[in-house]
């Protein structure tokens, strides 16, 4: 069972928008403002799309967005296309004795 | 252009070592801190351990901690990650990424670790 709890998967139409939840504690998300996303096509490598919480990386599209409210972290993504269709998965510091915790994924399936 | 190249993997037998590698260029490595992820097969990713820049310090997930360790030769670019007394959980494809603990914003391709008898 991961650390942050995420759904299993959504979907939504081309031209909607979704939101991924990531829900943790006191001790990770509630704690920091590190939270962050990655995208991962099948068979690919994890690709970092937001990091502490709301930022950007150079060159990810500004359809993603994050955000964070107490204890939970969101991924929106607006304006779907096909090409969004992957995993997506959030991560966060914890003040636990592991530093880092992943939620378990959320497929994105773009109907 | 950054690159990381994994390299170290492959099937051993529980109770068993091996030593991962990683190579980087298109970087300062001597500047950077880096991380080590895994992602068992079909499964999520797993934070595994994290080294600073100057290697002074060293953080390890609980899963791992007192059979892992993390390194680094900044003359020589290169990551590593010593994997002692491995058991069939560890079996995963693992990852070197370049960042802070928190996110990391270049990955390698992965070298695949099986343990199987």
């Known amino acids: 069972q991961s650390a942050l709890t995420q759904p299993a998967s959504v979907s939504g139409s081309p031209g909607q928008s979704i939101t991924i939840s990531c829900t943790g504690t006191s001790r990770d998300i509630g704690a920091y403002n590190y939270v962050a996303w990655y995208q991962q096509h099948p068979g690919k490598v994890p690709k970092l799309m937001i990091f502490?919480?709301?930022n950007r990386p150079s060159g990810v599209s500004p359809r993603f967005s994050g955000s964070k409210s107490g204890y939970t972290a969101s991924l929106t993504i607006s304006g779907l296309q096909a090409e969004d269709e992957a995993d997506y998965y959030c991560s966060s510091y914890t003040s636990t004795s592991t530093l880092v915790v992943f939620g378990g994924g959320t497929k994105l399936t773009v109907l | 252009e950054v690159q990381l190249v994994e390299s170290g993997g492959g099937l051993v037998q529980p109770g068993g070592s091996l030593r991962l590698s990683c190579a980087a260029s298109?970087?300062?490595?001597?500047?950077?801190?880096m991380n080590w992820v895994r992602q068992s097969p079909g499964k999520g990713l797993e934070w595994i351990s994290f080294i600073d820049e100057n290697a002074d310090k060293k953080y390890y997930a609980d899963s791992v901690k007192g059979r892992f360790t993390i390194s680094r030769d900044n003359t020589k670019n290169s990551l590593y990650l010593q994997m002692n007394n491995l058991g069939a959980e560890d079996t995963a494809i693992y990852y070197c990424?370049?960042?802070?603990?928190?996110?990391?914003?270049?990955w390698g391709q992965g070298t695949l670790v099986t343990v199987s008898s």
């Open positions: 298109g970087f300062i490595f001597s500047g950077s801190d």
């Open positions: 990424g370049r960042g802070p603990a928190g996110w990391q914003e270049h």
């Open positions: 502490d919480v709301s």
